[in-house]
Antibody, heavy 122, light 112 residues
Framework: EVQLVESGGGLVKPGGSLRLSCAASGFTFSSYSMNWVRQTPGKGLEWVSSISGSSNYIYYADSVKGRFTISRDNAKNSLYLQMNSLRAEDTAMYYC???????????????WGQGTLVTVSS | DIVMTQTPLSSPVTLGQPASISCRSSQSLVHSDGNTYLSWLQQRPGQPPRLLIYKISNRFSGVPDRFSGSGAGTDFTLKISRVEAEDVGVYYCMHTTQFPLTFGQGTKVEIK
């Protein structure tokens, strides 16, 4: 069974940093691209970043480019999101998500974690 | 960036009756490989999103057959043939044709 478990969220002051993690299990982690998607309280979904299985291809939303860094450790079956220079508008639930089976980095997001909440406030 | 526009934003429906949600993209979602990477996701209250439909009309694993998707190019529709209580939630269309990936604003389905 595919499982994605996010951690690392919390309360941070504007300008601060936070590192999110996503522990994956139930599939061959290195074979799949991974994504971070966020959802602001009471609002819709926003794609944040994607990384290919070998980390050769990385993409970011303009809203986080230059501040956030996605990475992965295939030996540890883990996905990360380093978030620097955090702003109030980064306050959101952050989900990691995996494409459905047998698809590439543009595959539909078939598996989602429960999310970890990031709150940026002074 | 491709803008995804959903209508309506709210859909009160009677149990057992059909529901329909439209999604329009600001440009064609046909990829150079010939596929159209348009998905529909459901988000029940307090839950993460769940994939219902991929590539316009294909139901994901475990999705009931009362959910169906259709469309082409820039216009797409999600239909629920007979709404059940467990279908209450917010529905999003999403494209994965190119980066950045984008979502529609969401359509809230509630029972009248």
């Amino acid at each position: 069974e595919v499982q994605l478990v996010e951690s690392g969220g919390g309360l941070v002051k504007p300008g601060g940093s936070l590192r999110l993690s996503c522990a994956a299990s139930g599939f061959t982690f290195s074979s799949y691209s991974m994504n971070w998607v966020r959802q602001t309280p009471g609002k819709g979904l926003e794609w944040v970043s994607s990384i290919s299985g070998s980390s050769n291809y990385i993409y970011y939303a303009d809203s986080v480019k230059g501040r956030f860094t996605i990475s992965r450790d295939n030996a540890k079956n883990s996905l990360y999101l380093q978030m620097n220079s955090l702003r109030a508008e980064d306050t959101a639930m952050y989900y990691c998500a995996r494409p459905m089976p047998l698809t590439n980095i543009l595959g539909s997001l078939g598996y989602w974690g429960q999310g970890t909440l990031v709150t940026v406030s002074s | 960036d491709i803008v995804m526009t959903q209508t309506p934003l709210s859909s009160p429906v009677t149990l057992g009756q059909p529901a329909s949600i439209s999604c329009r993209s600001s440009q064609s979602l046909v990829h150079s490989d010939g596929n159209t990477y348009l998905s529909w996701l459901q988000q029940r209250p307090g839950q993460p999103p769940r994939l219902l439909i991929y590539k316009i009309s294909n139901r994901f694993s475990g999705v009931p057959d009362r959910f169906s998707g259709s469309g082409a190019g820039t216009d797409f529709t999600l239909k629920i043939s007979r709404v059940e209580a467990e279908d209450v939630g917010v529905y999003y269309c999403m494209h994965t044709t190119q980066f950045p990936l984008t979502f529609g604003q969401g359509t809230k389905v509630e029972i009248k």
